[in-house]
């Protein structure tokens, strides 16, 4: 399957290029990356400090948008956004792992996938997404007696908070629980906040250092306390499962979809809104 790399010179960008390359069944067709960058049109394998692929690095989507079968965006909001629009005008496969995006962009993507199929998620590591499981399972045993906090760790270049996966997983214990996040959520905490209602779901964020991605949910009762946790030690872990993602959508001309529905894990309070 041709598989194109939107935000090819980024972190992430080199990465999926490797397991782009790494998978048989994957071909690297197109590397694109910001208009003005100091590298577009160099060989995606000199990127990579390899052999040259005969990729040259592209400033716009739209160039080379039909290079590929399927495109994987890790970049910003608002040019994710825009790609999602050259995708759907071209009616292009997409797999989404850029984080905090806007209700509106939200929006735009749910219409998008009544023409193509996306995957969207906010950690594409396998590890994550049986964490999502085993969360739902936690808050149905646990239910409203025991205070929720939702703790993350990134590096120190992380330009949202809390992370994409902290929030979902946020989600995933409110949803299984009857309650709104966007209602229950509390942001951290300074001075006098007064007693804890249980109800909420509480957040923390660290950012240091170069860690790639620490998340823990605690469920605390009097007495006891069952923490679920999960630590990436590489990106690759996500690079990996863009690509399977990527290969996954092959199958699927139309609609929205993420992590979950890739692996095969059902349950309605991971997915979108399904
Ligand atoms: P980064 O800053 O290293 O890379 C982003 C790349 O996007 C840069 O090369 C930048 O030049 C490029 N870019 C910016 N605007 C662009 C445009 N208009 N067109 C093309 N390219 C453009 O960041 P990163 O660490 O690679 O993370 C990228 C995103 O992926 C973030 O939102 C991050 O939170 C997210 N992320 C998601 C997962 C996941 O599993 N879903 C995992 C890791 C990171």
Redesign the pocket.
């Known amino acids: 399957m041709k598989v194109g790399i ?8 080199r ?1 999926l290029m490797e397991a782009t390359l790494a998978n048989p069944d994957t071909e690297l067709a197109a590397a ?4 003005g ?1 100091s590298l577009i049109g160099v060989d995606a394998g000199e990127l990579l400090g390899r052999q040259a692929l005969g990729v040259a690095l592209a ?3 739209e160039k080379v948008v039909r290079d590929a079968e399927v495109f994987i ?7 994710t956004a ?2 999602i629009e050259v995708c759907r005008a071209a009616g292009t496969r997409l797999v ?5 995006l806007n209700d509106e962009q939200t929006a735009s993507l749910r219409a998008a996938s009544e023409d193509i199929a996306i995957c969207f ?5 396998i590890g ?1 997404n049986l964490c999502f499981k085993l969360l739902e399972t936690a808050a149905a045993v646990l239910g409203d007696e025991v205070d929720i906090e939702v703790i993350e760790a990134h590096h120190r ?4 908070a809390p ?3 902290a929030l979902r997983m946020g989600e995933v214990v409110a949803q299984t629980l009857g309650r709104d996040l966007k209602e229950c959520a509390v942001y951290g905490r300074e001075g006098r906040t007064g007693e804890r209602d249980r109800r909420t779901i509480g957040f923390e964020t660290i950012r240091a250092g170069d860690i790639v ?1 620490d998340h823990t949910v605690m469920f605390a009762a009097e007495g006891e306390r069952v923490e679920i946790t999960h630590k990436a030690s590489s ?1 690759m872990s ?1 690079g990996r ?2 690509v399977r993602a990527a290969q996954w959508l092959g199958g699927h001309q139309r609609g929205l979809f993420d992590m979950q529905d890739v692996l095969g894990l059902t349950g309605d309070s991971a997915g979108w809104g399904r």
Do not use: Q
């Open positions: 939107i935000g090819a010179a980024g972190r992430m960008g990465i694109v990356d910001v208009p960058s400033d716009d989507l965006d890790f970049t910003v909001p608002e040019a825009r790609h989404i792992g850029t984080t905090g998620a906010p950690n594409y590591s994550v270049h992380k330009i949202d992370s994409g996966t991605g990106r996500f499962g863009a």
